[in-house]
């Protein structure tokens, strides 16, 4: 792990220039900077101080600890995904959905959201439990209801697959070999994960 060498600078080098939202926006790229380079356990709120050229009596005033400073930065800039892919059949609209999964997962705010899940001890996970549901599990699963049920429309899918087990499969696998395995869900991997097991699980029975 790199030792952050970033060191807090006197409240006075605040720039009067930076206030409000804009110095908000400063300080939460910070924390996202910083948990990318030294990770949950290496962050301090003086090097996300130091990181936005603030002082870290700005910090401090809104965010009186880092569990809340990094679950707004988490929630900021955490990318999404808006619409399910609708490529014509349910495999490539799951690995397209899939892919843009894992884009959120390798984006800046993506690596800092692992690096927490990593690191935090079981008290300060459930502060981000939160932050995971709603910003990658729920609207993950949102869309993969959105596919299921058009692929049961078409046919390729039994009737009987849009429930909670089976859309939970692929936001779990993802989250769990990410974090036991070191997975980096290369495109074989992906494809399998489809292949393997997502696929017999949907296809209509004696299909």
Not at 84 to 100: H, I, K, N, T, Y
Not at 139 to 153: A, D, F
Request: some cysteine; proline content about 5%.
């Amino acid at each position: 792990m790199v030792t952050s060498r970033w060191t807090a600078v006197p409240d006075r080098a605040a720039s009067p220039r930076r206030r409000g939202v804009v110095l908000e926006r400063a300080i939460l790229d910070a924390a996202l900077e910083q948990l990318g380079e030294v990770g949950w356990k290496g962050l301090t709120m003086e090097g996300v101080a130091a990181g936005a050229q603030t002082g870290k009596a700005a910090v401090y005033r809104r965010w009186p600890c880092k569990e809340d400073l990094v679950a707004d930065a988490l929630v900021a800039g955490l990318p999404r995904v808006e619409e399910a892919p609708d490529l014509g059949s349910v495999r490539e609209d799951l690995l397209a959905l899939c892919r843009q999964v894992r884009r959120i997962m390798y984006s800046r705010p993506g690596v800092a959201l692992r690096s927490v899940i990593h690191e935090c001890d079981q008290t300060q996970a459930e502060r981000f439990h939160e932050v995971i549901v709603g910003g990658v599990v729920e609207p993950t699963v949102k869309l993969l209801r959105e596919v299921i049920i058009r692929g049961i429309g078409r046919g390729e899918v039994r009737s009987d697959a849009a429930n909670g087990y089976v859309f939970d499969v692929i936001p779990a696998m993802m989250m769990y070999r990410s974090k036991m395995c070191a997975s980096e869900w290369i495109d074989q991997d992906l494809e399998e994960m489809i292949d393997q097991l997502m696929l017999p699980l949907l296809r209509p029975h004696g299909g």
